[in-house]
């Protein structure tokens, strides 16, 4: 049973940072494209940063590029977003996915796993 699990969101000022993680579990990690998605009340949920399974392949949105950095670390079946600078606008709940194929894949339907997601609130 494939079982994504989100950490390290939480309610920050604007300015501050965070770090996400994902630990992934059933499935075999370094053959996964893994993403970042973000969904704010009311909007559709948009990719925030993607990254191929060896990391050749790093996408980030416009909105975010600059300030949000993913990484992943096949050995512990693991993804992270560090996110810098952040601002109210980055207030959404963020989910990790995992799809076997092009890591930039806005479409979310397209994307095989899903973790629950971890609420980021960013006050001004």
């Known amino acids: 049973q494939v079982q994504l699990g989100e950490f390290g969101g939480g309610l920050v000022q604007a300015g501050d940072s965070l770090r996400l993680s994902c630990s992934a579990s059933g499935l075999i990690f370094s053959i996964y494209s893994m993403a970042w998605f973000r969904q704010a009340s009311g909007k559709e949920r948009e990719l925030v940063s993607a990254?191929?399974?060896?990391?050749?392949?790093?996408y980030y949105a416009d909105s975010v590029k600059g300030r949000f950095t993913i990484s992943r670390d096949n050995a512990k079946n693991t993804v992270y977003l560090q996110m810098n600078s952040l601002k109210p606008e980055d207030t959404a709940k963020y989910y990790c996915a995992a799809r076997i194929g092009a890591a930039v894949t806005y479409n979310p339907v397209l994307w095989n796993y899903w973790g629950q997601g971890t609420q980021v609130t960013v006050s001004s």
């Open positions: 990254i191929s399974r060896s990391g050749e392949t790093i």
